[in-house]
């Protein structure tokens, strides 16, 4: 039987579920933001939990590595892989969200391997000296055998 | 989909009012009320949240927004922002009026997770720490700002300005854009990226490129009353909800900040941006001269 509590429920999750999106013309895509960020989520690998990262001992300064081994070169392959697994799907075969707009720069601390991944927006055929975005900042925490610890939670 | 998801869309208002109607009183109220009571009590409680829930968007994910030629990069943005605090603003200027950049700079900060979202105790962000990106844009009538933009709830991640122009909903595309602003949710001041992203064009060659000055993504330039290209700038809204600020930068890298006892932009120094040469947990803050505090 319908109780009264469901009946409430029912109407505020069919008002607010109906908010509608002010989209014209050829912005309508319909879709409702929370249905966007439900159903695009993380495109493959979820980013590990905060508290993975919590547990690293992140470095301040740590110098690149000029030659990499083969656990560096194991991380960094990692690393850029979870870079692009966030990306959403559809941007596959996109100049600036594949490999060839990163650039991955390794370093190594306490037994870890820290796998930073820039942007080049150059490699695209933008002009050098621009970005496509704000506060970009990817940075890993890889262990020797090529697994990703931890992603920095970077925000500015 | 949950409620709890769709709720961060909704006003402050409109979660207030349905926070209040789960309440056990009002559970229990309704199983003593009379009948005729509960279908008043239900047309206002509907009457209610219709007017409180209307138009509760506050801003759009990225990934829910058209693309400009099918190019990821090319965001296109909605306008102008239905924001009863951020103004269209008329005026003949050829600069963005601060009339209606201080109001947006303020209600960027007022977004979900845009001000005070990093843990004061460890300097990490909250799960919820959010960067947002508008677009200042003129039209034939007025000054408008675009949506807020936002990547994908659960990611501390950047957000992508609108490289691809505005849609207005009253003057469609090809609208100049003189600029982006966004917002640090934790407060720093300008990173070096931030004071190289400008408006983006198509050129004759039809190649993508960005540009120091105001332009809409056909090409065509903005121009003031001597026929002369304007300046783009760059806008941030950084530091505490109740301490915010704002500033402002143009492509020769000279960084204003907002005075707001003296009502105008004070200039700071010009900065830089600098290049990461080590790995550490931040990126390198621009070089300024003078230094910024």
Known sequence: MLKAYHFISLVLLSVDGGTVAPQSGSLGSGADAGIADAGVADAGIAAPPSSAADSIRWPENLRPLATLDGPAVLAANAALQRVLSRFPKEYAGACEYSARSMEVVVGQEGGLYFVRIDRRADRCGWAPGFNLEFDWFELYAVSPEGRVLARYPYMP | ?293
């Open chain 2, 1 to 293: 989909m949950s409620l709890a998801l769709d709720l961060q869309f909704a006003t402050p208002w409109c979660r207030l009012v349905v926070a209040s109607t789960s309440t056990g009183l009002i559970l229990d109220w309704w199983a003593t009320a009379e009948y005729h009571m509960r279908g008043v009590f239900l047309l206002t409680l509907t009457l209610i949240l219709v007017l409180a829930c209307t138009n509760s968007r506050l801003y759009f994910v990225d990934s829910e927004l058209p693309r400009l030629e099918g190019k990821p990069k090319l965001v296109i943005a909605p306008g102008p922002w239905e924001n009863k605090d951020v103004p269209m603003v008329y005026s003949d200027t050829s600069d963005v009026p601060d009339d209606m950049v201080l109001p947006a700079l303020k209600a960027l900060m007022d977004l979900p997770g845009a001000a005070d979202a990093c843990d004061s105790n460890t300097g990490r962000p909250r799960p919820d720490a959010t960067e947002y990106c508008v677009a200042f844009y003129r039209t034939p009538k007025d000054w408008r700002v675009s949506w807020p933009i936002r990547n994908m709830t659960g990611q501390l991640s950047s957000c992508n300005p609108p490289l691809g122009g505005v849609e207005d909903k009253d003057f469609g595309r090809d609208l100049p854009v003189f600029g982006f602003a966004h917002n640090h949710p934790c407060g720093t001041s300008m990173s070096s990226p931030d004071l190289r992203v400008f408006p983006a064009m198509k050129s004759g060659e039809g190649r993508w490129m960005m540009v120091e000055y105001a332009v809409a993504s056909n090409g065509k330039p903005a121009l003031d009353s001597r026929g002369q290209l304007i300046p783009a700038w760059g806008w941030l809204a950084t530091g505490h909800a109740d301490a915010p600020r704002y500033y402002k930068w143009n492509p020769a890298g000279e960084v204003f900040e907002w005075n707001e006892g003296k009502r105008g932009w004070e200039f700071q120094a010009t900065c830089t941006p600098q290049k990461p040469s080590i790995i550490t947990t931040m990126m390198p803050p621009p070089k300024c001269s003078p230094e910024l505090n």
